[in-house]
């Protein structure tokens, strides 16, 4: 019953502050402004993905009669669909491409990232849902509950609420509900804009994982705001000034939201460095021609693969064999690049990854890195996602000139270049689908941060409770 009195004065005292009024009112500017701007940039883009992957579909389907091999090298391009809330954490969409030109004999990297196109502005970050979410917000509440003791200490009032009999538990809780109300009161009208706006480009007919990433996004800055607003009074009950107050809180949210974030990427880049794209293609070169190990070079694979065949039909010569002996060279040459490209590519993806597992462990004591990482996990704009659908598009590739080289292997001679197939075939071959991985998957890939962040709730929790035993209150 106190704590509902405590947290109703609170909330009613600071909506009467127009330093608050106006803080708030910018604030909510902003993430109106933000999720508006990023949703029509959400729009924007994925109608220009798909309108560039009809023309793609087009070009492929339009081919004129030509041999398979020929339409392998020429190729076609696998787009990456935006995730419905990623208009509310960009995450890395802006520096990942948007689609991969798939052809046979090589496998491309993701290009057309927004980033290419970007002036150098984009170093200073983007104003999206997440940047005041996860920076601004916490940054308000810092300026909204710094005083939140030592203004009564000093004024002599914390007395005479004790006086009656009031704990400091009752006293610290009743304050910490009435700034959630009012965090709530900033942020709500956001969120629901943007729910608004997800669902109804849908026409109100949005998928169940749509709606359950949306509400654990909810719930996810719910706990991250409770977290400041928490540490942020407690600051204030066991600091001896507001000014004291106001300069550790400051010190944290630099130290948590600016300097922890960019020193665990740059640590990581040491540690964990990539090749450049010079060494990269050159190493994958090298073991296309010598071999994985060093000691197979593809000349005698080409030899061991023509005496595997002929055995196999039982014939002495390439020119009797009943099938086109060009399409399997072509095949088997597909299956040992795609392991070369795979053995190269795997070992940058693990140095990412692993570069990305040194922020999830410095999470355990940074929530902001914790909630950054789920946050975009969430809106499908991680690295998972990203790799996700890299690997999809080259298991398409893949499929794709497979089933070209065995339709010359089958349909012509060895030696018959010229022989091509009909334009039905082309549209014969399904076009490249790709669907976002369930919620469920989400949590699978990030549940390392999502006990981070319980772990360090609880620790917080903890320390309140046993800090809260010997706060001085005069």
Not at 154 to 160: G, N, P, S
Request: glycine letters at 6%; hydrophobic letters at 45%; proline letters at 3%.
């Amino acid at each position: 019953m106190i704590q509902k009195l405590i947290a109703r004065n609170e909330f009613t005292q600071t909506l009467r502050d127009r330093r608050f009024v106006v803080a708030a009112g910018v604030v909510l500017l902003l993430l109106c402004v933000a999720t508006w701007t990023g949703f029509r940039t959400y729009r924007s883009l994925a109608e220009k993905r798909e309108q560039a992957n009809q023309t793609a579909r087009a070009a492929w389907v339009g081919q004129p009669e030509k041999n398979p091999h020929s339409a392998a090298h020429y190729g076609t391009f696998a787009f990456r669909p935006k995730s419905s809330l990623s208009f509310l954490d960009f995450g890395l969409d802006t520096y990942t491409g948007a689609s991969v030109y798939l052809e046979g004999h090589r496998q491309n990297d993701a290009k057309f990232s927004q980033a290419e196109d970007a002036t150098v502005l984009i170093r200073f970050g983007e104003m999206t849902v997440a940047f005041v979410l996860q920076l601004l917000i916490p940054l308000l509440i810092i300026f909204l509950c710094f005083s939140a003791f030592t203004r009564e200490r000093e004024e002599q009032t914390l007395k005479l609420v004790i006086s009656q009999g009031v704990t400091a538990r009752e006293v610290f809780w009743g304050k910490v509900i009435g700034y959630c109300r009012l965090i709530g009161l900033v942020v709500g009208p956001a969120l629901l804009l943007a729910g608004v706006l997800l669902f109804a480009q849908t026409g109100f007919e949005a998928t169940t994982d749509t709606a359950l990433r949306l509400v654990l996004f909810g719930l996810l800055y719910a706990l991250y705001f409770f977290l400041f607003i928490a540490g942020s009074v407690f600051v204030s009950a066991r600091s001896e000034s507001s000014r004291g107050s106001l300069l550790t809180l400051l010190s944290i949210w630099i130290v948590a939201c600016v300097i922890l974030p960019k020193a665990t990427a740059n640590l990581g880049e040491s540690l964990f460095s990539v090749p450049s794209s010079y060494t990269f293609r050159e190493a994958i070169k090298a073991d296309s021609e010598k071999g994985i190990d060093g000691h197979d070079p593809a000349s005698e694979r080409a030899k061991a693969l023509q005496q595997k065949v002929l055995a196999q039909y039982n014939v002495d010569s390439v020119s009797k064999l009943p099938v086109n002996f060009d399409g399997i060279v072509m095949q088997e040459g597909e299956k040992y690049t795609s392991m070369v490209y795979q053995k190269h590519f795997g070992a940058v993806q693990s140095q990412f990854q692993k570069q990305n597992s040194l922020a999830t462990i410095v999470s355990f004591v940074n929530p902001y890195l914790a909630v950054r990482n789920v946050s975009m996990g969430l809106s499908g704009s991680d690295y998972a996602h990203f790799l996700d659908f890299k690997n999809k598009a080259e298991q398409y590739r893949f499929g794709l000139v497979e089933r070209l080289n065995n339709h010359m292997t089958t349909f012509s001679k060895t030696g018959d270049w010229e022989k091509t197939v009909s334009r039905d075939f082309w549209a014969s071959i399904p076009d490249f689908q790709y669907n976002i991985p369930a919620v469920s998957w989400v949590i699978g890939q990030h549940w390392l941060s999502l006990l981070a962040l319980l772990l360090f709730s609880g620790g917080l929790l903890w320390r309140i409770a046993s800090g809260l035993k010997t706060i001085t209150l005069d």
